[in-house]
């Protein structure tokens, strides 16, 4: 299937406009595919057979036509997919009315079946996006397949056309009455054009936007986006609330997932890492600080093998959370210690100093605080994003 994905995509590449070919010589290089979109799985939930789940996702790049990423990744049974369309979003309200639905299909049918454990991606869908635009994934599923891949904190309202209401590729958007937070089955968006390639956004709850304001895409990866707008470079956002470095918690721990979520996807050239403080928080105690180092360096080895470039990102203060404790501040101070001096990475994005209180450096400002003491509200998103481009542009 992927063979066929790939010969698809060179035939659609010869048909767009603009798309040369060797014969041609012409001086500008050939559009290529790039990631503009990312979700990671984080769990499951009870399959929805019969009915179709309208993915509402915030492009960072755009282009001239689409793939989608799907995913049975946790599932334990076959996944079939019933029909996958994309179209543009244009109008909010109920079932986020959409434009033309354009039908993605997979090694040219227009159903699939994923086993278990695996993702599939769609055949090239010749649509044009723009950057920073909305696009709707809707997923059609007529089979109870056991439990759904999803995506937990979403902070971003999609849609539900229950069972009955007919296949998703002839839905009109007055069938999605019911919304959810959830992102299900769809993990991924690649863009083809003449982007510069894109940056994963690595991490936990600070990165999938915990704090921010739902609805508005002002999680840090968003805003960094809207930075790196100029540069003509994605924004991946593979943060996942309550995931680890060096054990297994919500979703796989960072080194597990990092091929999946990360080094794979389409176009990356840049890694930012902001991973460890729910180790430091977490139960049992994660208080050795050179297991966090070869973690680091692991991740950092992996990443230079396929030529990506890797920003560390200091842990961030949480003073005033429930969970704080004095040993715990003292090894977060130790991990920053090395993340800024250990040599491991390519560049440091000092989020810590950033976005602390200077009157209290275990905390963060009251001035980015959603009120738990830990997260960043959109305030603090800005800052951190601000700081994260400055890493990822010093360099030049």
């Keep these: 299937m992927a063979k066929v994905g790939r010969v698809l995509a060179v035939l659609l590449l010869a048909a767009l406009p603009g798309t040369t070919t060797a014969a041609a010589a012409a001086p500008a290089a050939p559009p290529s595919w790039t990631g503009s979109w990312e979700t990671a799985p984080s769990g499951t939930a009870p399959a929805l057979p019969g009915a179709a789940v ?3 996702v915030h492009l960072s790049v755009g282009g ?44 040219g049918a227009a159903t699939v079946t994923v086993p278990p454990g695996e993702d599939t991606v769609s055949d090239p869908v010749r649509l044009p996006v723009a950057a920073g635009a909305d696009l709707l994934v809707t997923v059609y599923t007529p089979d109870d397949d056991g439990l759904a891949t999803f995506h937990q904190t979403a902070l971003q309202t999609s849609y539900i056309a229950p069972a009955g209401a007919g296949r998703a590729a002839d839905e009109a958007g007055t069938a999605y009455t019911t919304t959810i937070s959830r992102w299900y089955y769809v993990t991924g968006v690649d863009v083809l054009g003449t982007a ?13 936007g915990n704090g921010s304001t739902p609805d508005t895409n002002h999680r840090w990866p968003d805003r960094l986006a809207e930075r790196l707008r100029r540069d003509r470079l994605g924004v991946l956002n593979a943060g996942i609330g309550g995931n680890r470095l060096l054990r297994d918690g919500v979703g796989p721990r960072a080194l597990a997932r990092l091929d999946a ?8 050239r840049q890694l930012v890492v902001l991973e460890g403080i729910n180790d430091i928080k977490g139960t ?4 050795d600080v050179t297991a966090y180092a070869d973690a680091y360096r692991t991740l950092v080895a992996r990443a230079h093998a396929r030529g990506i470039r890797v920003v560390g990102v200091t842990l ?14 003292a090894v977060r101070r130790q991990v920053n210690a090395f993340i800024r001096t250990g040599g491991a990475f390519d560049a440091v ?10 009157a209290d450096p275990t905390r963060i400002r009251t001035a980015y605080d959603p009120g738990d003491h830990l997260h960043f509200n959109d305030a603090g998103m800005a800052a951190v994003a601000e700081t994260v481009r400055a890493a990822l542009t010093a360099h030049r």
Excluded: I, K, Q
């Design 349 to 358: 994005a000092d989020a810590d100093t950033a976005v602390r209180d200077p």
């Design 284 to 287: 049992p105690v994660a208080d």
């Design 261 to 268: 979520d990360a080094l794979d996807r389409a176009g990356v």
């Design 64 to 107: 001239t036509a689409v793939r989608v990423r799907l995913s049975n990744r946790l599932g334990t049974r076959p996944l079939r997919l019933g029909a996958v369309t994309v179209a543009p979003r244009w109008a909010a309200g109920p079932g986020a009315e959409p434009g033309t639905l354009h039908t993605a299909t997979f090694g």
């Design 196 to 208: 510069a390639g894109s940056v994963v956004a690595f991490g936990d709850s600070l990165t999938d």
């Design 316 to 329: 961030t203060p949480y003073g005033g959370f429930p969970a704080y404790t004095a040993a715990g501040e």
């Design 54 to 56: 309208r993915n509402v």
